[in-house]
């Protein structure tokens, strides 16, 4: 198994590498669907690139699980049969738990602090260490601020939380928050709109484009404005692939993609205040100012929990809060 792995990536950098001066063609790979905030970085990236190449560059989206969950797809990004992905940092966690820094809860209190940190030197950090795990990490795009939301009843303290059953992403970080917020939580693969319209789980959390573009509004009642995580992407290429771009290759797709996590972190914050209310028109009942000293209080003890144990983790955790 392990010599098949080896010689398919072997393969996979080698075609890249005899075609990465001429024509070439990126595979990337997001799991949501057209319209979903992963996606409309990928097409903008790839409108500049293509652009910017004159057409040397071509980029094939694979959208939908085409090939795979988040989980999935990072799994082919080490492995450099797919080059490049827009992912969540919920399940990039398993991979490299430096990404636990950047989805602490409440650590930025809003889109600017966000942006100053992330495209800043600490964010550059985080990116760097990425490294270790085989990704190049370019930059970061935005999925959001994750908002609350369920089926059974409105949510304004942590009490309210007690025993709900929260779907939340494959990540380690994820399911504490909401173990220690007194949820349920249960780890679930996207998508998630059957086992929420069948009940087998009570609610979700996620940005608000989410409730738009999966219509969430039709099987979920409640959405408490928690905020508490705010959600980047990780716009991330293969590192085996990475090495066998001429730097001038290198420096293209990286402005490339910068440009379209700007255009896309605007366009998303744009959009939201129509999304709030359209959420409302479809009659969703939307708590607008829960009680979050409370609920950071309750999640204050995860900086000390093993999750952050690892020193490298640790010393970087440390830094984003100072
Ligand atoms: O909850 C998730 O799994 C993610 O936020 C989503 C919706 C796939 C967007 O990346």
Redesign the pocket.
Known sequence: MKRVFILSAFIAVFCFATTATAAMKIKLGV??KPG???NIVAEKFKELIEQRSKGDITVKIYHSKAIGN?TEILQQIQMGTVQMGVI?G?PFDTFDPVVRVINYPFLFSGHEQADKVLDGPLGQEILKSLESSGFKGLCFSE?GF?NLTNNKKAVKTPEDISGLKIRV?SSALHKTIWQTLGANPTPM??PIYTELEQGVIDG?E??LW?MEVYKFYEIQKYMTMTRHVY?P?IDVASLMWWNTLRPDTQKMVQTAMYDAAVFQRKDNRDRNAARLKMLREKGMAIEDAPDLNAFRAKVAPLRDMDLYKDARVHALLLKMLD
């Open positions: 799991v949501t979903s905030a992963q988040e969540t919920g999925n994750r992403m693969p996207w979700q996620n940005p989410v959600s992407h």
